[in-house]
Every structure is written in C-alpha cells, then in structure tokens.
C-alpha cells in the first residue's frame, strides 16, 4: 500500500517536474500517477522515489530522473496495438510505463540479475505483455524486430545505423547521443525505406551503454 507521503510525493513529481518540462500528454500524465515507481527503485531508495535525481542501480547504472522517463513516453507515443523494445531493463519501471502503453514490450539488459528482479516486480503488478531477455542490445536487437518504437535508456557516443534500421516504417527511436558533459536526447521517426527524420528534444546527460559503439578516434 503506498503511504500518504508518497502518494503526495507523487502527486506532487507530476505537477511540479513532469508538466514544467511540457509533458502534457494526458495519458502520460495518468500512467505515471497510476503506478507506483516506489516499488521499482532499490529499496535504500524509497523515500526518493519521486525525486528529480538519478537514483543508482546495481553495477554501476541508474534509473533516469522522472521528468525523462517523462519526456521520453510522451515522445515516442505508443499506441496500444504497437510493439516496444527498450534497450536497457534497469529497475523495470520504464519496462512497465512502455508495456502499459503498447501491446508487446521487448526488453534487454545486459545483466542477468536486473532481467530477473524486473521479472519479478513486473509480475506483481499484473503486466505480463513484455518478454525480457538478457544480452548485449547496444547495437540493436533484430532477433524481435521491425518495433514501433525503440527507448534507448543509456547514452550512445554514435548511433549505429542498425538501429534506425529497427525500427518499422513509422516507427519512433528515443536515444540520447554524444559525450559528457554535452549529450542530445533525440527522436527519430522511419519515414520510408531509406528515410529518416531526425528531431532534437532536449540536452541531458546519461551514462553510456556497456559496449556502445564508439566514434573513430585520430591517432597522431
């Protein structure tokens, strides 16, 4: 049962952090009110579930600030009949936000123990249209595609053109691209066969996926 506090706390994350950074989406906006991220966060870190901070994982990794996860939902615009990769399990909690949206969720992560933890919270909140694997997505994941949409929770210093290449005519690519301290949070969209548009969203900074392609390096 979630405590009065953090159901102020959550009240409170989407009227003070979600909607100044123009997330407006309705749906967005009910889907983040309805599940709650308390129960997807290290349990060291409960009391800061709401917050606006990166909170840290196991191994290194991170759960986003929620005005990202935010914007990033609103961005891609799953559709219910619309299938989902994601590419980087984590805690599970964008897991669940992007299964509650679409009708097949396909996520990756690179360690074991987060496939196995989301596993088991995803269950006890009854979401059971995502097939979690384990391995290295930083490149893609063609084995389950073409997707309708793709949501990249690490950073990227190049984006491979495979996984532009994922996605289905339509189909929507979130990624954020570059080196610290100056990344771009991207959404791509297939418009043909060989055609893609390109638009920039925002400026933030993530940690890097486990064996992201990296740009060619000068050697003098």
């Not at 100044?20 to 060291?44: C, K, Y």
């Not at 709401?50 to 935010?70: F, T, V």
Request: glycine residues 8%; aromatic residues 6%; hydrophobic residues 45%.
């Amino acid at each position: 049962m979630t405590t009065p506090n953090l159901a102020l706390a959550r009240h409170n994350m989407i009227e003070q952090q979600i909607r100044p950074w123009d997330v407006l989406d309705q749906r967005i906006l009910e889907l983040l009110d309805s599940l709650p991220r308390e129960a997807f966060v290290p349990a060291a870190y409960t009391g800061l579930a709401y917050a606006d901070i990166n909170i840290p994982l196991q191994h290194g990794e991170m759960m986003m600030a929620p005005k990202l996860e935010a914007r990033m939902l609103q961005a891609l615009n799953i559709q219910p009949g619309e299938s989902g990769l994601e590419i980087g399990t984590g805690s599970g909690y964008v897991t669940a936000l992007l299964a509650r949206c679409a009708k097949q969720v396909y996520s990756v992560d690179i360690h074991a123990d987060f496939t196995e933890q989301a596993r088991h919270k995803l269950a006890a909140h009854g979401i059971g249209n995502v097939q979690l694997e384990v391995g290295d997505a930083s490149r893609g994941w063609e084995i389950r595609g073409p997707y309708d949409a793709v949501a990249v929770t690490g950073s990227l210093p190049v984006l491979p053109d495979s996984l532009r290449r994922a996605l289905k005519i339509g189909g929507r690519l979130f990624v954020v691209t570059g080196d610290a301290p100056v990344m771009t949070a991207h959404l791509i969209t297939r418009v043909g066969e060989e055609s893609w548009s390109q638009h920039t969203l925002f400026e933030t900074v993530l940690p890097p996926l486990i064996n992201a392609p990296q740009p060619p390096r000068f050697v003098f």
